[in-house]
């Protein structure tokens, strides 16, 4: 059965530049441009895509946190836009962004703040607050202040909050970024089980690991639009009968990936810039092995520092760079 269902949403935004020539100009972005999928009951369903994608803003329509433009959208029969009380009432959200907590509360009565908000019975919320601290392992923080939290501290109390009330469908917006490996794998944990009592969940990530092992089916989405959508296999399919192989550089050569894509065999090439390192990665989408040696040529003859160069499994970073011929994240 259907539980969500999202139909040609749209998005436009439209914004003032603030400084520069372009000052006082109006600015459109059209974060989504017309997006449909449909998610069952007890699915865990993930939008996956690199920033700007569109993502945060499709879990704010479908939670009746933004009007969409264009388009319809249900949570559980109840039109998102004509119904959003209903709609309210049985879902739990998670922003990243979120920071809606009293700085000056307890993580434990921000809690019970939320909880009153939803009209809990207060001997229910004790319990149901504990036992969410519990699983979160933030019990020993229960008692300080928020303002003290960490900011991983903060985004376990965010989770906790959106499931405060039981709620049957779930959104997580990134619900594992800024968490050390140990919390992640926690939250993870617990996702999976929240499945099995039969919730809904629809979650975004810009991890591709996190979106292999999490999800029952996920929808790449990039500049607002879905351009891929399948379980992790079928997605993988597309690149299943290809070889990628996986180069660690130093600093880059502009051209470089130009140079390699027109070699003969190559299908598509990906560069992956990491972030706080000058270690570079260039992912090769190719027909077979037979191409490596002129991808060895064009590196040597280009006096490119290689670190590694090796052979490796078609990821959905590859199905990324394949649909596209981009990347998909930077690298943390
Ligand atoms: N309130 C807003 N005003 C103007 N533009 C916005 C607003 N919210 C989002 N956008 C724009 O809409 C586009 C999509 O943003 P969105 O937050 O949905 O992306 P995302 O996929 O969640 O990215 P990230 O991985 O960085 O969280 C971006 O270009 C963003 O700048
Ligand atoms: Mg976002």
Known sequence: MEKIKAENLRKIF?????????????????????????????????????NGAGKTTTIKILSTLLLP?????????????????????IIGVSLYSDRGFY???TG??????FAYLYHLNPEYAKKRIKYLLDILELSKDADRLVEEYSTGMKSKLNFARALIHDPEIIFLDEP????????????????RDLKKEGKTILLTTHNMYEADILCDRIAIINKGKIIALGTPNELKSVVEKD????????????????????????????????????????????????????????????????????????SLEDVFVYLTGERLEKEE
């Open 14 to 50: 439209i914004t003032k530049e603030r400084r520069g020539i372009f000052k006082g100009e109006k600015r459109k972005v059209e974060a989504l441009k017309g997006i449909s999928f449909a998610i069952n009951k007890g699915e865990i369903f993930g939008l996956l895509g690199p």
């Open 103 to 105: 700085w000056k509360l």
């Open 176 to 191: 594992t970024i800024g968490l050390d490996p140990n919390s992640a794998r926690k939250i993870r944990e617990i996702i």
């Open 108 to 113: 434990y009565e921000n809690l019970m703040y």
């Open 243 to 314: 070889r990628v192989i996986e180069i660690q550089i130093y600093g880059i050569l502009n051209g470089l990936t130009d140079k390699i894509r027109k070699i003969n065999g190559v299908k598509r090439v990906g560069l992956i810039q990491e972030e706080k390192s000058l270690k570079n990665r260039i992912k090769v989408i190719m027909e077979s092995d037979d191409v490596v040696p002129e991808v060895l040529r064009i590196l040597v003859s280009e006096k490119i520092k290689v670190e590694s160069i090796k052979s490796v499994e078609p």
């Open 69 to 89: 433009d264009d388009g319809d959208a249900w949570v559980n029969g109840y039109h998102v836009v004509k119904e959003a009380n209903k709609v309210r009432e």
